[in-house]
């Protein structure tokens, strides 16, 4: 069966992916779901699993390798390294997020294959960079947030460090990843070379602090855990209702005031609470103030009478009622495939809309080497050679 792209956005393009677990097939199911040829290559293995990647019928996998073909090569062996020259010869992009030695023991590291393919893009990403002192570090989301600095801002004041609640640093190197991969290969439609685009865990987290790191490079100030309350921006947080809890942002002088008018309670008028810089120090008095005032009302109530007033808010979904909300069903986030371990599921889709070519679940994760021989076939390999490299291991 010929390839079949999720979108015509990136058709043209073939991708090598030899990446696990999450950072690195965050950044190629980027470029598989706008429509790549996206070719996932794993090690043979006579069970099946993926233990790197977690139970292939998993949520986690499922939602990853969503439109690619897959086939099975020894990298570790002559004639694997061989097969995978002739697809780097043909291909446009590879991608690995192995520790950094790996891919030079393996010999194919970018300047190894530069050689067959001077056009190639070359996709890393790791723990900590692909040199410095701890470049040789085993890299792991969490590891990364704690050595980011994004575990000391994050929980209640006092509470200890705490990590969020997704893998970010995995996430974002892998977004940043793919984003370096769609530059390299604008810049190549004008030089005609490929270049080696470099992501880290480490860096992508340091990035993703954005303000709070920007305190301490421009004034020396560390930021401090502020739990559900905004760093800056006073009053903003979680505000109790008579029936649950609600997110409310009420900072700058306009919108203090239209916050003021909906909850219509005197004592916000108290010179303590003129100002953002009063706001911000007698925030926590403030936030007492608009607790109690909020307490008599439901969610529904407020959330209704905020957004009338233009005041930013909205309720703090569990999971479940966030795929139930009439707008996210109405974005579409929910996207329908047919698994071939699960059956009829859904993954979570892609949240880019281009106007005129849109993205598409057009085939689920490949079974393990589902697509060997059709791929091998399409570089030249007859049936008797494809059949004697997988009796000899190479497949």
């Not at 947030?145 to 990590?163: E, F, H």
């Not at 800056?232 to 947080?237: C, E, H, K, L, V």
């Not at 303590?272 to 403030?286: C, G, V």
Request: hydrophobic share 35%; aromatic share 6%; charged share 25%.
């Amino acid at each position: 069966m010929p390839f079949e792209p999720a979108s015509d956005v990136l058709s043209p393009y073939t991708v090598l992916d030899l990446t696990r677990v999450r950072a690195g097939p965050t950044a190629v199911r980027q470029l598989a779901d706008w429509g790549a040829n996206v070719i996932k290559i794993e090690m043979p293995s006579t069970d099946g699993r993926d233990t790197l990647g977690g139970r292939r019928d998993g949520p986690d996998f499922q939602n990853l390798h969503r439109n690619k073909r897959g086939i099975t090569l020894n990298l570790k062996s002559d004639e694997g390294r061989a097969v995978f020259n002739k697809l780097v010869e043909r291909a446009d992009v590879v991608v690995e997020n192995y520790r950094p030695d790996v891919k030079f023991r393996l010999g194919i590291d970018y300047e190894t294959l530069k050689k067959i393919n001077p056009r190639l893009i070359y996709g890393s990403i790791s723990g900590f960079g692909q040199d410095g002192p701890y470049r040789d570090r085993p890299g792991f989301d969490q590891i990364a947030q704690g050595m980011g600095g994004l575990m000391s801002i994050t929980g209640k004041p006092g509470g200890g460090p705490m990590r969020v609640g997704i893998p970010v640093a995995d996430l974002t190197a892998g977004l940043f990843c793919a984003m370096g991969i769609l530059m390299a290969l604008l810049e190549r439609e004008r030089s005609g070379e490929g270049q080696w685009v470099q992501s880290s865990l480490l860096q992508a987290q340091i990035f993703m602090l954005d303000f709070q790191a920007a305190r301490w490079l421009m004034d020396h100030e560390v930021p401090p855990q502020a739990g559900n309350n905004h760093p800056t921006s006073i009053p903003t947080g979680v505000f109790e209702t008579s029936d649950g809890h609600i997110n409310v942002a009420a900072s700058g002088a306009v919108i203090w005031e239209r916050f003021k008018t909906v909850l219509g309670d005197e004592r916000l008028e108290h010179a303590d609470y003129a100002d953002a810089e009063s706001r911000s120090q007698n925030r926590d008095a403030l936030n007492d103030l608009i607790n109690e005032t909020m307490r008599t009302k439901p969610a529904e109530h407020w959330i209704a009478r905020f957004n009338e007033a233009g005041v930013p808010c909205g309720e703090i979904n569990t999971i479940d009622k966030v795929f139930a909300s009439p707008q996210v069903q109405h974005l579409g986030m929910a996207a329908d495939v047919v698994s071939q371990e699960r059956g009829p599921t859904q993954i979570v889709a892609q949240p880019i809309k281009l106007s005129r070519t849109g993205s598409s679940i057009s085939q689920p994760p490949p079974l393990m080497g589902q697509h060997t021989d059709e791929i091998l076939t399409e570089l030249g390999y007859a049936a008797q050679d494809i059949e004697r490299m997988r009796e000899e291991g190479v497949l």
